[in-house]
Nanobody, 125 residues
């Protein structure tokens, strides 16, 4: 089992910044990537970004490229999502997830077997 705990959400004005953290514990050795997803009210959960534990290869949703940066600290088993130039449309619950199923793509929700409880990000206009 893998346990994921997110922190860092909150309320920010448009154009502002937030940093989310996700601390992983348990059997993380078999996790290939860590990802961030988000779910806005009335919408399906969508991929935001992911990073490989080994090598630090990153993946981003097109609409966040250049504004969001995902990083990891292997020693702390922690993944971060630095969010800059936030927009009202970034408002959502953000979830951290651990990927272990390589049969599906890194941006596919189904390839992530473990999820955090989510943290709310609200961007006011």
């Amino acid at each position: 089992q893998v346990q994921l705990v997110e922190s860092g959400g909150g309320l920010v004005q448009a154009g502002g910044s937030l940093i989310l953290s996700c601390a992983a514990s348990g059997r993380t050795v078999n996790m290939y990537q860590m990802g961030w997803f988000r779910q806005a009210p009335g919408k399906e959960r969508e991929f935001v970004a992911a990073i490989s534990w080994i090598g630090g290869v990153t993946y981003y949703k097109d609409s966040v490229k250049g504004r969001f940066t995902i990083s990891r600290d292997n020693a702390k088993n922690t993944v971060y999502l630095q969010m800059n130039s936030l927009k009202p449309e970034d408002t959502a619950i953000y979830y951290c997830a651990a990927r272990s199923n390589l049969a599906m793509g890194v941006m596919t929700e189904g390839s992530y077997g473990f999820w955090g409880q989510g943290t709310q990000v609200t961007v006011s206009s």
